[in-house]
Every structure is written in C-alpha cells, then in structure tokens.
C-alpha cells in the first residue's frame, strides 16, 4: 500500500505530536506540577474563568459567522453550544476527565 503525498503528511504530524505528549510525560515532573496547583490563590480563577468563558463566547461568534459564510445557519446559543462540546472533547483527550 502506497500513501499519496496528503497522506503522509497527516501521518507524520500525527507521529511527531505523539512523540512530543511522550517526550513531555517522561521528563516532566508530576509531583512539581501537581504542587503548583496546589498553590494557586482561588482569588484570581474568578477572573480567569470569566475571561475564558468570554473568549468561547468570542469564539463561538467568529465560528458562527464562519459558517455562515458557507451558507449554514446557526443561532448564537448553537455556536456556543458546539464550541463548548469540541472544547470538552479537548479536554477529555488530555484526560482532564478523571
């Protein structure tokens, strides 16, 4: 089986993100950074998530008019709605589901 020139590209830069994630998992320090959590004031995630849910609000605008530009109607609140889930489905590739 041949891969076309497309192909090959997609599968390189597949194998050089895995590479990456397990080059970072094996010379990062799990107990450093979980001890960096633990010393984050929870004064400041109050703006942190305010300005966060701002930019998915941001976001969610500039994919709404995106595709409205390709001729697909979306409300605002189904823009959001799908920015938030392809965000979620980030998240839970990281594993920040557990």
């Given at each position: 089986m041949r891969l076309e020139g497309q192909q090959r590209k997609?599968?390189?830069?597949?194998?050089?993100?895995?590479?990456?994630?397990?080059?970072?998992?094996?010379?990062?320090?799990?107990?450093?950074?979980?001890?960096?959590?633990?010393?984050?004031?929870?004064?400041?995630?109050?703006?942190?998530?305010?300005?966060?849910?701002?930019?998915?609000?941001?976001?969610?605008?500039?994919?709404?008019?995106l595709l409205k530009n390709i001729g697909i109607e979306l409300t605002v609140r189904q823009s959001f709605l799908i920015f938030r889930q392809v965000f979620q489905c980030y998240l839970l590739q990281l594993g920040l589901d557990r």
């Open positions: 997609i599968i390189i830069t597949i194998l050089i993100v895995i590479s990456f994630y397990v080059v970072f998992a094996t010379f990062s320090d799990f107990g450093k950074i979980e001890e960096n959590y633990y010393k984050i004031k929870l004064f400041y995630l109050v703006p942190i998530f305010g300005i966060f849910i701002f930019s998915i609000f941001i976001r969610s605008l500039l994919q709404r008019f």
